[in-house]
């Protein structure tokens, strides 16, 4: 039917797997407090965000470690150990997957992840990824979420109308720009919530 839905676009972090750096660098550091402040103010967000434009870990360590000497050790296991950082599935949210799939739902993906980290991370879980048809990551393209470029790059590459897909992400400013485009964009919460919008966009069955 005309204007209804035929597609889902899935973000990874933290609607497919929850993902921390906290998951790996508990693991290297005891002293709570200590790891507190390394995540805050070290390895932070703003910093890693420079991988998913595109950057290469090589050069974002070496400046992060030139200012943090003292941590340099800990900044390195960042990219060999970056899988570490995720620490399993969200729940309920695999089982979708395979239902969409089941169902001959068109899945496609769109991710802010690093060139680098996404191959080892998506080998790691190929059985997950294997029904999607395509995803596109932002380091790879140079392009972030919420740029409306990236958006228009997915649906040009994934031949899909705005109209056509439902856009799920944790982040609300990546999901208000996918709505901005005319994309029927909900911000995750969880695994039931999810089913049943989908459900009401009639992919899958009551």
């Known amino acids: 039917m005309a204007g209804r839905a035929k597609a889902v676009i899935f973000d990874i972090g933290n609607v497919l797997f929850h993902w921390d750096p906290r998951y790996l660098y508990e693991r290297l550091i005891d002293d709570d407090r200590a790891l507190d402040a390394f995540v805050r103010d070290v390895v932070t967000q703003e910093w890693h965000f420079q991988h998913d434009a595109g950057r290469d870990f090589a050069e974002t360590s070496a400046e992060l470690a030139a200012l943090y000497p003292q941590h340099a050790d800990l900044i390195a296991a960042w990219g060999p150990r970056f899988n570490e950082s995720i620490s ?6 695999h089982e979708i997957v395979a239902e969409l799939d089941s ?5 496609f993906g769109i991710t802010n992840f690093s060139h680098e980290f996404w191959p080892p991370f998506r080998a790691e879980w190929e059985s997950v990824f294997a029904p999607f048809r395509d995803v596109v990551v932002s380091g790879e393209e140079r392009l972030v979420k919420p740029d409306p470029a990236i958006y228009r790059l997915a649906l040009d590459r994934f031949g899909l109308e705005p109209q056509d897909a439902v856009f799920v992400d944790d982040n609300p400013n990546n999901v208000a720009a996918a709505a901005a485009l005319g994309i029927d964009a909900v911000q995750f919460t969880d695994a039931a919530a999810f089913r049943a919008k989908l459900v009401e966009a009639r992919l899958l069955p009551g």
């Open 103 to 107: 169902a001959g739902v068109p899945i």
């Open 88 to 93: 399993g599935p969200v729940p309920g949210m």
